[in-house]
């Protein structure tokens, strides 16, 4: 299935798999060296465990990396609901290569499928809702877009991308601006000469009082932190459409329903980048 997703991925693809190789083969696989250089053979990928599929561009670019004449064939794409025991793909290629390209090309795949997967189960928590999942800025170093496509593939949406892209106004911010009016007005101005790259302004409240001054101030996009349900009611009735509202702070699984139904817009979850374990995918050697 075809992920939308408003960043390039070739050249972090490149990066990122550059950067696994050069820490897991380094100057050469030792191990490796131990099958004849010639030996050609295939291998098979298979999920232990249901959940969403992503990364098969990442694991792809591993192995060609090192055996360009690879033939890897898929049988699921990225954003396909897989189930335990099915056959993700068939590997046909040099046995050297795709022992030293296992390890990095495996570790790509289970992350990014395992994000999918927790946030297709989010998603699906709210199925029915006007609320949509989305993330944060909270993800492993260096793997940032690829875990913000993989939010995608399991069907959720992304937040800013970092610091560059758009402004969010904070505590901090608003403090040492001197009030939510003052720090708005400032992010408009510095929104204005970054016009090229900055897609929204946000502004977190802490407060029904901050809600007011938000939107007093102009605000469209507002962030709602650490509300309980019924102030995020208040909150829904208070904003009347004129902003779109987000809620952020304790939400889980269990809570995730219920902050959907109060009628905010966006719901952004911490968790679906920074606490993943991993899916168990298996790679084996069949001829």
Request: charged content about 25%; some cysteine.
């Amino acid at each position: 299935m075809s992920i939308e997703f408003a960043y390039p991925l070739a050249a972090e693809i490149t990066r990122n798999v550059d950067a696994a190789l050069t820490e897991d083969v380094g100057p050469g696989d030792l191990t490796a060296s131990l099958v004849p250089g010639d030996r050609q053979v295939r291998a098979t990928v298979i999920s232990r465990e249901a959940g969403v599929l992503c990364g098969t561009a990442w694991f792809d670019e591993c192995v060609r990396r090192l055996d360009p004449d690879a033939r890897i064939t898929w049988q699921a794409g990225d954003g396909e609901r897989i189930a335990a025991d099915q056959l993700l793909c068939t590997i046909d290629g040099n046995g050297r290569a795709l022992l030293t390209a296992e390890r990095s090309a495996l570790n790509f795949l289970q992350l990014l499928s395992a994000v999918a997967s927790k946030v297709r189960i989010y998603a699906d928590a709210i199925a029915g809702t006007r609320a949509q999942v989305v993330d944060t800025r909270k993800t492993l170093p260096g793997l940032r877009i690829a875990q913000k496509y993989a939010v995608r593939a399991g069907g959720g949406g992304n937040h800013r991308l970092a610091l560059w892209d758009a402004i969010l106004i904070k505590e901090n911010h608003i403090h040492t601006a001197g009030g939510i009016a003052q720090a708005y007005t400032a992010a408009e101005r510095v929104a204005g000469q970054a016009a090229d790259r900055c897609k929204f302004i946000q502004v977190e409240v802490e407060n029904l009082d901050e809600l007011h001054q938000a939107l007093a101030a102009g605000a469209r996009m507002i962030l709602l932190d650490n509300f309980t349900t019924d102030l995020m009611r208040e909150a829904v009735a208070v904003n009347a459409g004129r902003a779109i509202l987000e809620a952020s702070g304790n939400v889980s699984l269990e809570t995730i329903r219920a902050i959907a139904e109060t009628g905010v817009d966006r719901i952004s979850v911490g968790a679906l980048t920074k606490d993943v374990k991993a899916l168990d995918l298996s790679m084996r050697f069949v001829g």
